[in-house]
């Protein structure tokens, strides 16, 4: 069986498992939401040009996606709020983990990469 064939079956279910995993995110703050939905639209619009255009047209999450997708544009409510879910998460980390010092160490590094990422996009389109 060639890759073309299981292509679009391939693109279809991970399109739908980040539909899922970004529903769970609404309701679990620890799950990004619009990241998820972001490789979703990319899976649909691999094998289901449809599918990709009812989340960029969806009411509520549709203008992040477009703003991401067309300007690459991350709002600054969204910055905030990210980089106080990190912080929060960084905090727990080191307060309540027993894992090894390494470990909510390097998550904290990750964190502080993905806010200097987050915080270097433009917050409105040029």
Known sequence: MSFERLAKPLYLLLGWICVLLGLAGIAMPILPTTPFLLVAVWAFSRASPALAEKIRNHPQAGPYIRDWQDHGVI?????????????????VLFVWATLPIWF??????????????????PSEPA
């Open 104 to 121: 909510p160490v390097g998550m904290a590094a990750a964190m502080v990469l993905v806010g200097i990422y987050i915080w270097t996009r």
């Open 75 to 91: 709002p600054l409510r969204a910055k905030w709020l990210a980089t106080a879910m990190m912080s929060a998460m960084a905090i």
